[in-house]
T-cell receptor
């Protein structure tokens, strides 16, 4: 069984530039999560989808971050414009219900 | 707001030593509890989980954790660590089947 796929694995951009991350969850998993992980800290939830509906986006900084999961399968997280403080690892996870999450490898973003 | 605390940020042990990593969480209703592990260069993987029943749960690779409701704790244990257990360990709590919170992680370094 294929795991959660994320791309790109690494991204370096200059501040004020846009950036997008892509995630393909495990087949059949209805729930998809985007997390932010800063160095030395645990993952912090940005947004959770149940199928195509964003059921929890309370921690998503909506002035610059956006996400979509149009067909209830893969998802894109976008930052526009990026700031220096956005440098972190962005993790995607999926689960069948609100149960065990399976994580992807993450995208390490560096904003210069 | 709910929170998850891991008080040991960095633990160094020799092989064959016993391990106990602390995890405490704030009160917030129904909880499901998880330990995830991240080996160097790899993504987060589930180590074990507690939903109900026997408060002593066993996971992969000889790990176990005990849910003590009165202490709001879910400590991770292993009787004898190996060099291959070197990794970062994250405690996570699902509150009311709705929201996940992760601890800040404990880095375990096992000396051969």
């Amino acid at each position: 069984e294929a795991g959660v796929v994320q791309s790109p694995r690494y991204k370096i951009i200059e501040k004020k530039q846009p950036v997008a991350f892509w995630c393909n969850p495990i087949s059949g998993h209805n729930t998809l999560y985007w997390y932010l992980q800063n160095l030395g800290q645990g993952p912090e939830l940005l947004i959770r989808y149940e199928n195509e509906e964003a059921v929890d986006d309370s921690q998503l900084p909506k002035d610059r971050f956006s996400a979509e999961r149009l067909k209830g399968v893969d998802s894109t997280l976008k930052i526009q414009p990026a700031e220096l403080g956005d440098s972190a690892v962005y993790l995607c996870a999926s689960s069948q219900t609100s149960d065990t999450q399976y994580f992807g490898p993450g995208t390490r973003l560096t904003v210069l | 707001a709910q929170s998850v605390s891991q008080h040991n940020h960095h633990v160094i042990l020799s092989e064959a030593a016993s391990l106990e990593l602390g995890c405490n969480y704030s009160y917030g209703g129904t909880v499901n509890l998880f330990w995830y592990v991240q080996y160097p260069g790899q993504h987060l993987q589930l180590l074990l989980k507690y939903f109900s029943g026997d408060p002593l749960v066993k996971g992969i690779k000889g790990f176990e954790a005990e849910f003590i409701k009165s202490k709001f704790s879910f400590n991770l244990r292993k009787p004898s660590v190996q060099w291959s257990d070197t990794a970062e360990y994250f405690c996570a709590v699902l509150y009311n089947f709705n929201k996940f919170y992760f601890g800040s992680g404990t880095k375990l370094n096992v000396k051969p």
